[in-house]
Structures are given as C-alpha cells and as structure tokens.
C-alpha cells in the first residue's frame, strides 16, 4: 500500500512518506503521489493561487505522472473548505453510467457481473469537469496557469520508475496483441521504456493544448466564461466526438471474455454536469469530520468514529488485541451498512440522518461482542433514526464487490486557511485501451455495479457507482485541522480511521502516526 498523504493545518504540517521528519511551512503546503506533481502545486502557491489552484494542478500532473494509477479519463472526488465562506463543500468528481448501460443489455448478452477492463465498465471521464468546477467556484488562477506543469510533463516528459514500468509490464501482452493505440504510446520503438529513460505522452500533450486554446480564445469573456468554455470542448465539443467514435469503432475484449464496443454517446458527454454538494458530517470528540456523501465509501468513517466514540480507546491501549479487535468489529457493521444502504442518492432513498445518528450507533455498538468476533456483516436498520419504520427487518446475507486497485492522492493547503483534499483514481492504462489520438483512457468504475435490481447500488443509466474514493478533511473549533488520504480500494477508510486515531487519541505527532502499523480486515 502507498503512504497515506496529509496535512495539518494550525502547524502546518506535511508528510507523504513513511519514516520522514515532521515537515513544517508557514505559507502553504502540497502533497500528492509524485513528488514532481507536488513541485506543480508548490509552484501555484508561489505565482500567488490558493489551495485550490494548487490541488487541481497536481492532480493535472499526476494524470500524466501516476497514469497507472489515475488518468485524465478518470475521477476526482473532491472536499474544500473555504476559508472566506468557512465551511465545507463536496464536488462529486465521479461520472455516470451510459445511458444505454442497464440491466436488461447485460442479461441480454449473458453477462452476469461487470467486468473491470474493456469498455462496459465506462462512466463518464469526470476529472476536467470536477476540476473546473473547484477552480471556478474556489480557485484563483486561469486553467493555462494549473495545466502548465501537466502540459510540460506530457509534451517534454519525465524519467520512467519502477511503478510506472512495472505496470507497462503487466499488460505488455495485451498492448501487443490487442490494444495497438496504447501500444503507440507505452511500447515507443516496440519495447518498454526502462527506468530513466525520458517517457513523453505526445497525443495527452495535444489534448491538454487543445483545451487551452478554446480557454485562450474566450478569455475575453472573463475567468469563468473560458474555464466552462474549454470544459464544453471536452463534453460537447470535437473532444467528445472523437471519445464516442473510438470507443465506438473500436471492440475490446474483456475479463468475461466478451469482445464489444462501448455504450456511450455524444448526448451521455453533454449531458454530463457534475455538481457541489454538502459534505457527509459527524462529530468526534468535538473534532468536525467530514467526507463525501452516500455515493461514496466515505460516510464509512463517520459510522466508524461514531461506533468508537463510546469507547475508551486509550485504555484499551494503541494495537493490543482487543483495541485491534474492536476496531475490525466497528468496520464489519459500518462496511455492512454500506453494502446494504450506501448508493447514489439521485436514484436510491438514502437514510442518511440515520446511519450517521449518534442514537444509531448507540445502538448498533450492542453488537459487538469483545470475547469473539462476528462472521457475518450485519446491516443494520437506520429508518426509526429518520422518523421512519421499517417492518420486518431482517439482516440479509451480504457479499462485498471489492473496488478497483489504483488510485492515489491529493492535499492541498494555504496562509489563508483553504483546504483541498481529492482521491483522483481510475482512468488508468491498465484495464481499458488508450482514446486514440487523445491520449487518455476511459475509467472502468461501473465494475463497483451490482446487475441485482435488489440491490440500491444496482446499475441503472446515468447513476454514479458506490465508490470507493474517500478523501477526509477535519476542523477543530471550527478551524482547519485535517485533510488526508490513503489509496487501496476497501481499504482506504480502515487505514483513514487508525491514521486519525493515531493522531487524536494516542497524541502520535503526523509521522508517527503514519508510520505506525495498520491492518485491514
């Protein structure tokens, strides 16, 4: 597993690796996967942007940097604290099902799960929209001024690493005998780049300059009108077409072994508009947390801490058996939870005052047994915490769908007291071939769908799957506090919840607290 990225704010302080010193600065702090995404966002704090500006440009960066991780195709859920309006804001970052994506099509052709590659798993690229969303409502700076660095790293290259290589190599059959437009691109003269040799990205590089032109040509319309003009290029514009054309024209073969084209169309691109949202909320011990609503995993944590707020974690004394044990307990009813209720709340009645009640939790903390450990996840029955009554209920048997592996990380902080804090993920080269010409490639998170019409995080088009992506931001007496993150899929808010534990309970200074052993069930 990657480090887990954060920032403190108040000290400011900052760590993206394991056993480094405690990092501290008094004007700003960035931190992300790569260490020259992080020069990107350093360098915006210097030309005088904010946190925000300061995000977007390393997830730009990172797109081209960390593609076997994250690309341009992808995601990028996103929580803000807003220094000027003091509070926090959630940007959705996640695209949508096809319209043409239902349950019904797959039945039709006897698939019975989602595959992870290919592109039947596509939801709409959802980055450049989130991104321009933030800059727009809480940035500073022009959409030329945060691409720069991702613009220069693509077009001039970088030196290739070990990670990136090794997941060259993993697909390195594929890209030969069946993905000939990633082939141009990761197998230059026919072989995999090796480590240090400067690997460039020429077709992101156009796309990316592309982008900047149509901002550059409605400048005169003001900040805002040429941010949304260059987002409508890509949604709506020659972008689209030629995304809808490619997946279109071109059959790929999938995990299930299903050869097919895509689902999308140029009216799924337009359509298309991500959004600002309240935040998920929950007090623990007078520290305000917060994550992104039901659509994601991240509400998890929120149930976790309220679970172990009626503890005495410190008595149990930091990683004993029993401390291990409770926390494994805690996570096993709040995942429960989540696999039963969690979904996109456009589509599904969420109880979401329920799940997070503290009367709730006081209530489902009776069943957590010290002397053993339960075999089974056990959801549990928020509506009575709504107003609501739900007759009958009976704890159905649940099976998890593991999320994708991937993802990385983004933090961001300034003098003014704005936070940024985004799990950007998917899009990546390995499971889906590269847009031809555009140099990116579809995310494949519709595989998170469930083809059970039961289920509320079923499939149904223009739904946004359950996530996994879970970015975490905290404030103490109504000033900043936390933001963090770790990549790895289910297991993302298991390690959030030890790292903040770590911090809050054990008084682990940032580094300790990263570095401390963690463990996922």
């Known amino acids: 597993m990657k480090p887990l990225f954060s920032l403190l704010l108040g000290h400011l302080l900052v760590l993206t690796a394991a056993t480094r010193p405690v990092v501290m600065g008094t004007h700003g702090m960035a931190a992300s996967g790569h260490p020259q995404a992080v020069r990107a966002g350093v360098k915006m704090l210097e030309q005088g942007g904010n946190a925000i500006d300061a995000g977007v440009a390393q997830v730009l960066a990172q797109s081209v940097l960390e593609f076997n991780l994250f690309g341009f195709g992808g995601e990028c859920p996103i929580l803000i604290y807003s220094a000027q309006d003091k509070k926090v804001y959630a940007i959705s970052g996640q695209g949508v099902a096809p319209r043409a994506a239902t349950i019904e099509w797959f039945r039709k052709n006897h698939i019975e799960l989602i595959p992870e590659d290919g592109f039947l798993p596509a939801t709409t690229p959802a980055v450049l929209d989130a991104l321009v969303l933030a800059l727009d409502r809480f940035g500073s700076l022009t959409l030329a001024q945060v691409m720069q660095p991702a613009l220069e790293l693509a077009r001039d290259g970088f030196p290739m690493y070990p990670g990136f290589r090794g997941g060259i190599r993993s697909i390195e059959k594929r890209l030969r005998e069946e993905w000939p437009s990633s082939a141009k691109v990761f197998l230059p003269n026919g072989q995999i780049p090796e480590v240090g040799d400067v690997f460039v990205q020429k077709d992101l590089a156009r796309t990316f300059q592309r982008l900047l032109d149509v901002e550059a040509k409605n400048r005169r319309r003001g900040r805002g009108a040429a941010l949304r003009a260059a987002r409508d290029y890509f949604y709506k514009g020659d972008i689209a077409r030629e995304i809808v054309r490619f997946q279109r024209d071109f059959k790929s073969r999938d995990a299930n072994n299903f050869v097919s084209a895509g689902l999308f169309t140029e009216e799924d691109l337009a359509s298309y508009q991500g959004r600002i949202e309240d935040p998920a909320h929950t007090s623990y011990r007078g520290i305000d947390v917060y994550k992104l609503p039901f659509w994601s995993q991240g509400p998890v944590l929120l149930q976790m801490l309220n679970l172990l707020e009626g503890y005495d974690l410190k008595a149990l004394k930091h990683n004993s058996a029993d401390y291990i044990h409770l926390l494994a307990e805690a996570a096993k009813l709040a995942y429960a939870d989540r696999e039963y209720w969690y979904a996109d709340p456009d589509f599904v009645k969420v109880p979401s005052r329920g799940l997070l009640s503290k009367d709730y939790a006081a209530q489902r903390r009776k069943l957590i047994d010290m002397a053993r450990g339960s075999m089974e996840l056990r959801p549990g029955d928020p509506l009575p915490f709504e107003g609501l009554k739900l007759t009958h209920f009976q704890p159905p048997v649940i099976n998890l769908r593991p999320g994708e592996k991937g993802t990385t990380g983004t933090r961001a902080a300034d003098a003014a007291g704005n936070l940024f804090s985004a799990t950007p993920s998917g899009g990546w080269f390995r499971t889906s071939p590269i847009l031809d010409g555009l140099g990116f490639v ?78 996922q069930i």
């Open 442 to 519: 579809l995310s494949t998170r519709g595989q998170i769908f469930w083809l059970d019409a039961s289920k509320p995080n079923r499939l149904e088009p223009g739904k946004r799957p359950r996530t996994t992506l879970t970015p975490s931001l905290a404030l103490k007496n109504g000033q900043p506090f936390l933001v963090f993150g770790t990549p790895g899929g289910d297991e993302q808010d298991q390690v959030n919840l030890q790292f903040f534990l770590n911090h809050v309970e054990f008084g682990m200074d940032i580094q300790e607290a990263i570095d401390a052993p963690n463990f």
